[in-house]
């Protein structure tokens, strides 16, 4: 081990910068993010973000984090650089974790307690879409090489799912066993 970091509790999501200098950690628990200097290896700054920060994403502009707040139903718009909340987006009850569509603009963002998928544009920073009638607790994401298929680990119904994109449906889920988690494909579609 190179380097352990003394942070507050609950580590969750990690995002990168585009040149991978710099790691921002949520700490849910702490209601906090970190960023962390990867040359140096030193904690750059902590900030308050609000309740239960889950997933973090890094714009395609390297402008802004955005922030799923587990606690609450937005995602909050992070000015990393002046470490500023400038906006909040308004999505559904347990903001949660982030997947690219692979446009370079849109993002798929899982809402936990709201039972729906999120579609925010990064460039006006809005909800743009949604997708409903799923299992309870969608949680993470993958998407198919093709762009087609939205794979998605349904946390408290014990399955995973599969969302024809085109059409923003559920088309079939997958019993799997207790609280389903993380979800990943060697082949898919990019994250940017």
């Keep these: 081990m190179a380097k352990q ?11 990168y910068t585009a040149d991978s200098r710099i790691a921002f950690i949520t ?5 906090e993010v970190v960023a962390i200097d990867l040359v140096t290896q030193n904690v750059m700054w ?8 889950a997933g973090i994403w890094v714009t395609p502009d390297q402008r802004y984090l955005l922030v799923g707040m587990t606690g609450a139903d937005y995602v909050a718009v992070i000015d990393w650089r002046t470490r500023t909340i ?6 559904g009850k347990g903001a949660h974790n982030f997947r690219a569509v692979g446009d370079k603009r849109h993002l798929f963002l899982s ?15 809005t909800k743009v879409g949604e997708i409903t009638g799923l299992p309870p607790g969608p949680d ?4 198919t090489a093709d762009g087609k298929t939205l794979w998605v680990t349904f946390r408290w119904a014990r399955a995973v799912g599969l969302i024809d994109v085109a059409n ?11 609280s389903p988690h993380g979800i990943y494909f060697r082949t898919r579609a990019p994250l940017y």
């Design 5 to 15: 970091f003394p942070l507050a509790r609950t580590p969750s999501h990690i995002a």
């Design 27 to 31: 700490l849910q628990d702490s209601n």
């Design 46 to 53: 902590r900030m308050d973000a609000g309740s239960a920060p």
């Design 86 to 91: 400038v906006k909040q987006i308004q999505t």
């Design 111 to 125: 809402n936990r307690v709201s039972g729906t998928i999120s579609i925010i544009d990064q460039q006006t920073l």
């Design 140 to 143: 993470d994401m993958e998407l």
């Design 168 to 178: 923003r449906k559920l088309v079939k889920t997958i019993r799997v066993g207790r």
